[in-house]
């Protein structure tokens, strides 16, 4: 069974300064993953996501993500932090092939500080 | 401005009642989702369909009964809930269920108070 694990329930950051999201996952096969962020009253919005090829991905807002093969990771990160970063943010999982669920993360709390 | 819409935003019933959740997608997307989002828990995944075919039940109670009555519309029927089945209720749909590179496009949710 697939599962995703991030093991921070919130993270705290000083705006201007870089963040990490941590989020380490556990496939049988090769893994799609996914990052989504959740802001107050709303469903989640897709960020950015890795597939094959390069292990650095880019996505909206700033964000990009570095898939880990070896350390089964795929932390999101920004450069600079901005207020309006503060939300909530879900790592996904889903194995190749055929039709398989994407399973999510807890979420994790990203408050940034003015 | 999201491509999945959901009505009502905010929904309270009593146990007794009987309710429905609606969800639109506007993106020409095959496959839709319901998800149960409750604090400090993962995303549930409840039901999925691909081209208005349920294809996942992922053991939720008959208190709630999906319907997709076309690939673009996607319903919840509620009814006897119980005040655990509190939750945000978010309705998604993605390209195909083939294509698991597809994200998910999720709607703003159904917050859902049973009293």
């Known amino acids: 069974a697939q599962s995703v694990a991030q093991p921070e329930d919130q993270v705290n950051v000083a705006e201007g300064n870089p963040l990490t999201v941590k989020c380490t996952y556990s496939?049988?096969?090769?893994?799609?993953l996914f990052w989504y962020v959740q802001y107050p009253n709303r469903g989640l919005q897709f960020l950015l996501k890795?597939?094959?090829?390069?292990?650095l991905v880019k996505g909206s807002y700033g964000f990009e993500a570095e898939f880990n093969k070896s350390q089964t990771s795929f932390h999101l990160k920004k450069p600079s932090a901005l207020v309006s970063d503060s939300a909530l943010y879900f790592c996904?999982?889903?194995?190749?092939?055929?039709?398989?669920?994407?399973?999510f993360g807890i979420g994790t709390k990203l408050q940034v500080i003015p | 401005e999201t491509g999945v819409t959901q009505t009502p935003r905010h929904l309270v019933m009593g146990m007794t009642n009987k309710k429905s959740l609606k969800c639109e997608q506007h993106?020409?997307?095959?496959?839709m989702y319901w998800y149960k989002q409750s604090a400090k828990k993962p995303l549930e995944l409840m039901f999925v369909?691909?081209?208005?075919?349920?294809?996942e039940n992922n053991s939720v109670p008959s208190r709630f009964s999906p319907e997709c009555p076309n690939s673009s519309h996607l319903f919840l029927h509620l009814h006897t809930l119980q005040p655990e089945d509190s939750a945000l209720y978010l309705c998604?749909?993605?390209?195909?269920?083939?294509?698991?590179?597809?994200?998910?496009?999720f709607g703003n949710g159904t917050r859902l108070t049973v009293t």
């Open positions: 998604a749909s993605s390209q195909d269920l083939g294509q698991p590179n597809s994200p998910l496009h």
């Open positions: 496939v049988s096969g090769n893994p799609y």
């Open positions: 890795y597939i094959t090829g390069d292990n």
């Open positions: 996904a999982v889903r194995d190749y092939g055929g039709y398989q669920k994407v399973t």
């Open positions: 993106l020409g997307h095959n496959a």
């Open positions: 369909y691909s081209l208005e075919e349920r294809v």
